[in-house]
């Protein structure tokens, strides 16, 4: 069965420090991965996306990776702030169908506090 | 900038009563999707279309319907509203495959009493 699985659930961190968060992924035949942040209320933003031939990609104080061996990705943010409180939810698409079917984890709702 | 638009972004109504979600985008995606979250949960598929007349049911069984008669326009219809259909929707669009251009629209937070 094709799973997305994140980790931690929830996450309190102070203003200015830094965080990881993990997704752990058995999707197959493996086409990409998606990292997006949701606030509270509102859609998906995306933030990142990789192949299987990419191991980091970057965006901003974002910075994402992936082995596709382990089938584990990480999101790093750098510098927290307020703004970054929200719901992340690592996203992975297959491509054993023309949908690309999309498999949704269900997020590390990460909090920065001041 | 989002390109997909959806309203309203909030419902309350009556049970019973019947309802229509909009959703617009103007990237001139082929593809269209509808999905269902409850708060801490997962997004699902409810519903998805390759083109204009093209409608697919997805992986959660939704008593919803949809329509595509414009690229742009892909509305979600509830006949009639129940308790159980209290939730967040969310519209995405993509172009071809799923590649960079998979956008979600802010979402409607329905709510039925």
């Known amino acids: 069965k094709n799973q997305v699985e994140q980790s931690p659930q929830s996450l309190i961190i102070l203003e200015g420090k830094n965080c990881t968060l993990q997704?752990?992924?058995?999707?197959?035949?493996?086409?990409?991965l998606r990292w997006y942040k949701q606030d509270t209320g509102r859609g998906p933003v995306s933030l990142t996306i990789?192949?299987?031939?990419?191991n980091t990609k970057s965006n901003g104080r974002y910075t994402a990776t992936l082995d596709a061996d382990t089938k584990q990705s990480s999101l790093h943010i750098t510098a927290s702030q307020l703004s970054d409180s929200a719901s992340y939810i690592c996203?992975?698409?297959?491509?054993?169908?023309?949908?690309?079917?999309?498999?949704f984890g269900r997020g590390t709702q990460l909090t920065v506090w001041p | 900038e989002a390109d997909i638009y959806q309203t309203p972004r909030y419902l309350v109504i009556g049970t019973g009563k019947k309802i229509t979600l909009e959703c617009s985008q103007t990237?001139?995606?082929?593809?269209m999707y509808w999905y269902q979250q409850d708060p801490g949960m997962e997004l699902h598929l409810i519903h998805y279309?390759?083109?204009?007349?093209?409608?697919e049911k997805g992986d959660l069984s939704s008593e919803s319907t949809v329509s595509r008669i414009r690229t742009e326009h892909f509305p979600l219809t509830l006949e009639s509203a129940r308790p159980s259909h209290t939730s967040q929707y969310l519209c995405?669009?993509?172009?071809?495959?799923?590649?960079?251009?998979?956008?979600f629209g802010s979402g409607t937070r329905l709510t039925v009493v």
């Open positions: 995405a669009s993509s172009d071809v495959g799923t590649g960079n251009g998979y956008t």
């Open positions: 990237m001139g995606h082929d593809k």
């Open positions: 996203v992975v698409s297959d491509r054993g169908s023309t949908l690309g079917r999309l498999y």
């Open positions: 997704c752990n992924y058995t999707v197959s035949p493996f086409s990409n």
């Open positions: 990789m192949t299987f031939s990419e």
């Open positions: 279309s390759y083109g204009v007349n093209s409608t």
